[in-house]
């Protein structure tokens, strides 16, 4: 039985935690499922702490916008994907035929369900240092807070700064097929009646398009 997978500096003292940690629930028997939710929480925390450590001037919303970034599935994916976890991962015989080791949702949660095995073999630390041996250099590479913001709360935040009304988000027709609808929203400006069109495959997709227009044309002719 194997006791460590490629890509991380950790060995396993109980390798039947590693064994679960990398069994998918298309096998049927004892899975992951269990280690994932523990991964995920542990992986939080020290996403926190870490940040809270490294950036004193950020506040409770920063920090929260920050860590969600950090922690989104796409992220987990990748990094699972950089130590080919998936190819290391037993599935199902339907899954593996679909090339579920691929799958970048049964990626990330097998690297939060390999976190949550370390933490039960290693403890805090163990998995601390691993978690952050991947996510040192994210931190580092943030973008600036005010990038990590959506449009709809960037352009909220410049309004109410200048003392001036929110603005109005109204879906003014949908397209398409059910499969593949487009929604197009408008967002005006109860002030002056400026009103942008945009459009998105979700009405909340389309209402951040939206404020994004809008924002570009408010920053445009204030020169900021």
């Not at 970048?104 to 369900?113: G, N, P, R, V």
């Not at 913001?149 to 397209?175: C, H, I, N, V």
């Amino acid at each position: 039985m194997i006791d460590s997978v490629d890509g991380i500096d950790y060995r396993f003292r109980d390798p039947g935690l590693l064994q679960e940690a990398l069994t998918h629930r298309s096998v049927g028997r004892r899975n992951n499922e269990r280690l994932e939710f523990l991964g995920d929480s542990v992986l939080n925390m020290i996403i926190a702490a870490r940040l809270f450590e490294l950036r004193p001037e950020a506040q409770e919303g920063d920090l929260s916008r920050m860590r969600a970034r950090l922690v989104r599935g796409v992220t987990l994916s990748e990094i699972a994907s950089g130590i080919s976890l998936g190819k290391q991962l037993t599935l199902g015989e339907g899954e593996m035929k679909s090339g579920g080791f691929r799958r970048s949702s049964i990626q990330a949660d097998a690297f939060e369900a390999l976190l949550g095995a370390v933490f039960i073999d290693g403890g805090y630390e163990a998995c601390r240092k691993l978690v952050l041996q991947f996510f040192d250099p994210l931190i580092e590479n943030l973008p600036a807070i005010e990038e990590l913001k959506d449009f709809k709360t960037r352009l909220q935040e410049w309004l109410q700064a200048r003392g001036r009304p929110l603005p109005a988000y109204s879906l003014q027709r949908e397209e398409g097929a059910d499969h593949a609808k487009v929604f197009f929203v408008s967002c005006s400006l109860p002030d002056n009646g400026k009103q942008v069109e945009a459009s998105g495959g979700s009405r909340r997709k389309a209402e951040q398009a939206a404020a994004a227009l809008m924002l570009d044309l408010l920053l445009e002719r204030s020169g900021t």
